[in-house]
């Protein structure tokens, strides 16, 4: 539960880092957060179907589940703002 957690959080992390990075994408702070909060699980679960282990296997936590759920975390969350702010652009066209 708790790798479920830091994936959450991170991944709000990663949506405002990338809204930051990219202010053309960056549909406000509130909009980042929702989004990289979606995104976090979603983008450790993703990574975890291609093979790469992200957070405990066993329900364990150590130093290396906690650092890759934070990374998949964050990059599932920016990921996640990234196409939905391409795919709000292409509407808008």
């Keep these: 539960m ?7 959080i991170s991944g709000a992390v ?3 880092l990338a809204g930051a990075a990219k202010k053309d994408w960056s549909l ?3 909009w980042n957060s929702v989004l990289g909060i979606i ?4 983008g450790a679960y993703l990574l975890g179907l291609l093979g790469i282990n992200i957070g405990s296997v066993d329900g364990n936590l150590d130093v290396g589940s906690i650092v890759g ?3 998949g975390g ?3 969350g920016g990921a996640l703002l990234a196409i939905v702010s391409l ?4 509407v808008k066209k």
Excluded: F, H, M, R
């Design 39 to 42: 995104g976090g699980p979603l």
């Design 69 to 71: 759920s934070i990374a």
């Design 28 to 30: 406000g702070t509130i």
């Design 74 to 76: 964050g990059v599932g």
């Design 87 to 90: 795919i709000k652009k292409a």
């Design 14 to 16: 990663g949506g405002n």
């Design 2 to 8: 708790l790798d479920i957690i830091i994936q959450l």
